[in-house]
């Protein structure tokens, strides 16, 4: 009965109630600025609950957290912007939706589809703590680099046309990610002696630049030609196809709760395994993927969405936060006198319940915003092109310029814009480089680590992935999707099982 209270508290306090409404609203709208991160949000909103009780300063992190990872789809829909990395993948297929006039269609499916993935990752945290978070520890420094080269091989699907081009960009991007000082040994690499490379390279710029300028480019090309009208019939999906789109949602769910429950991943690279995942499972999706397929809206936003839920239950149950945001919560908790970890759930399980009825309720706050304002959102592609381009040019400097206040960001984001307009001209997909910008880091620093803990010896660093049985299922995996990468494969695939054999990829 006192969890169960500790559960209904956001219910009956009405000004928690209405931190959580403030703070979904707001997450919702910062997370669609580009630059304007959730993470920055909630580190801002620290110095201004460092002195509040603990239970309306979480209300209000909780809520900022939900709405933000929702409201990156915004402005990757309507502008081909991210608003957030883990929209990139929503971008995919959101952004030629809204080129053929649904935007609105676009906008429905994510809000409702990002509620449903909401809603699995908090019951999975509700019910099943302990068991993932003991999962989750199972996962070893070779594991974590395991899931980075599984992450580098989706360049297949994040390619639209040629699989060489893929890996050429992705290339590029881990190359990009490297920039600057080594992290264990601080030597220089990439920098051709030049302090400004130093710091190394901005992420956030390189996306902003890769999507916002590049398209503020491509748009030149329109000029003069009339506005896209938005057809605003029915904006919430009907039941239909929320029943069609069942099984993949609630498997892309599970890829979220799980990504996002391993410490340092998060739903950047959950909604990029979704988004590949539905491409590997979907025999017969509603338009080719990267055509504005429904699929493609559906995976990304329900795994980013469930990887709230995940990143939450290391934070409770062993004080090890799943991503940033989780991070600056556990900073309030030790701000409030809290000492999140195992005996937190000892000694305080109200708390947890708490958060658990803060995110169901920021959940539904989402649903209702999410749902609300389209149409006049959807006036945004509908601009004629003279203003469109100066507001998506203004929209991506003033990105560029918040993550660190520099103005080299800003530099960085128009050179790699100017860069990117080159890469779609001849054919290049963005979607690679930005991929191997976020796995860069993951990659390099858990190989580090391996290498370490087995003394420098490779024979043991080998050995090991075939003693652990999680190993073995990660080199397996990494090995299923190299193999139906290569052209080989289908050539096998074409002759022994003909043509429609799609379902037969790894």
Do not use: C
């Amino acid at each position: 009965m006192e969890h169960l209270m500790a559960f209904l508290m956001i219910f009956t306090h009405p000004e928690l109630l209405m931190l959580v409404a403030v703070g979904t609203f707001a997450g919702v709208y910062v997370g669609a600025i580009p630059g304007l991160s959730v993470t920055m949000a909630a580190s801002i909103l620290i110095s201004f609950t460092f002195s509040w009780d603990v239970y309306p300063a979480l209300a209000l992190m909780v809520g900022i957290y939900m709405g933000g990872v929702y409201g990156g789809s915004r402005t990757a829909i309507l502008l081909n912007i991210p608003g957030a990395p883990s929209a990139i993948a929503t971008a995919m297929d959101g952004y030629p939706m809204a080129q053929r006039g649904e935007a609105g269609t676009a906008i429905g499916i994510t809000t409702t589809m990002s509620f449903f993935g909401g809603f699995v990752g908090i019951l999975v945290l509700a019910l099943a703590a302990p068991w993932v978070s003991e999962f989750a520890l199972k996962f070893q420094p070779r594991d974590y680099m395991l899931l980075a080269v599984l992450g580098i091989f989706l360049v297949g699907s994040l390619s639209q046309g040629s699989l060489t081009k893929g890996i050429l960009a992705g290339a590029l991007g881990i190359a990009i990610g490297s920039v600057g000082r080594d992290p264990l040994t601080f030597a220089e690499r990439f920098t051709f002696n030049m302090p400004l490379m130093e710091p190394g390279i901005s992420f956030i710029a390189v996306m902003i630049g890769m999507f916002g300028v590049s398209e503020a480019l491509l748009q030149l090309h329109h000029v003069g030609q009339p506005a896209i009208k938005q057809k605003i019939t029915r904006i919430v999906p009907s039941w239909s196809t929320i029943r069609k789109h069942l099984p993949l949602s609630l498997q892309t769910s599970s890829i979220g709760v799980i990504i996002g429950a391993l410490p340092g991943t998060g739903g950047d690279i959950a909604a990029l395994m979704a988004y590949d995942h539905a491409k590997r499972v979907t025999k017969k999706p509603s338009r080719p993927f990267g055509q504005g397929a429904i699929e493609g809206l559906v995976a990304p936003e329900t795994a980013n969405n469930a990887a709230v839920g995940g990143a939450f239950i290391p934070m409770m149950t062993l004080g090890i936060p799943g991503d940033a945001v989780t991070a600056i919560m556990i900073g309030a908790l030790y701000i409030h006198g809290l000492n999140p970890g195992p005996m937190l759930m000892v000694e305080q399980p109200n708390m947890f319940w708490f958060i658990v009825g803060a995110l169901v309720m920021a959940n539904f706050f989402m649903l209702i915003f999410g749902l609300t304002g389209i149409k006049l959102f959807t006036k945004i592609v509908a601009m004629p092109r003279p203003v469109l381009i100066p507001l998506i040019m203004l929209l991506s400097i003033v990105g560029a310029y918040a993550v660190n206040n520099s103005i080299t960001d800003v530099y960085w984001m128009l050179g790699f814009g100017i860069f990117g307009y080159m890469m779609r001209h001849y054919g290049y997909p963005l979607g690679p480089v930005i991929l191997g910008v976020i796995l860069s880091r993951l990659l390099d620093d858990n190989w580090r680590r391996a290498i370490i803990s087995e003394r420098g010896d490779l024979g043991r660093f080998f050995g090991g992935l075939f003693s652990s049985p999680l190993s073995t299922v990660l080199l397996l995996a990494v090995i299923a999707i190299f193999v139906s990468q290569t052209p080989i494969w289908r050539w096998i695939k074409t002759k022994l099982f003909g043509r429609n054999s799609r379902s037969l990829e790894p």
